[in-house]
């Protein structure tokens, strides 16, 4: 069982800069996938950026250049560094590890607004 626990997320003016946590439980943190997921409103949840146990990284179109994932083993957390935020990228924000082939466990998510 992994219980994920997202935090940073608020309120931020257009260009702005935001950096998410997501604390991990359980003791296979470092042979985990992990990834940031995101849901606006009225719409479906799509995928960020993510970052395997070697530590390869994948980014949306939206997020590539703007956004940043990285982990840290010793501390059970991945982050998501954004920058250069624009009004689109309101949404709310989740983590979630893949122990298999799937998106096995989701954090709680949190809330991203980006004002104009």
């Known amino acids: 069982q992994v219980q994920l626990v997202e935090s940073g997320g608020g309120l931020v003016q257009a260009g702005g800069s935001l950096r998410l946590s997501c604390a991990a439980s359980?003791?296979?943190?470092?042979?985990?996938?992990m990834g940031w997921f995101r849901q606006a409103p009225g719409k479906e949840r799509t995928f960020v950026a993510s970052i395997t146990s070697g530590g390869n990284t994948y980014y949306s179109d939206s997020a590539k250049g703007r956004f940043s994932i990285s982990r840290d083993n010793a501390k059970n957390t991945v982050y998501l560094q954004m920058n250069s935020l624009k009004p689109e990228d309101t949404a709310v924000y989740y983590c979630a590890a893949q122990l298999g082939y799937t998106w096995d466990y989701w954090g709680q998510g949190t809330r991203v607004t980006v004002s104009s």
């Open positions: 359980g003791r296979t943190f470092s042979r985990n996938n």
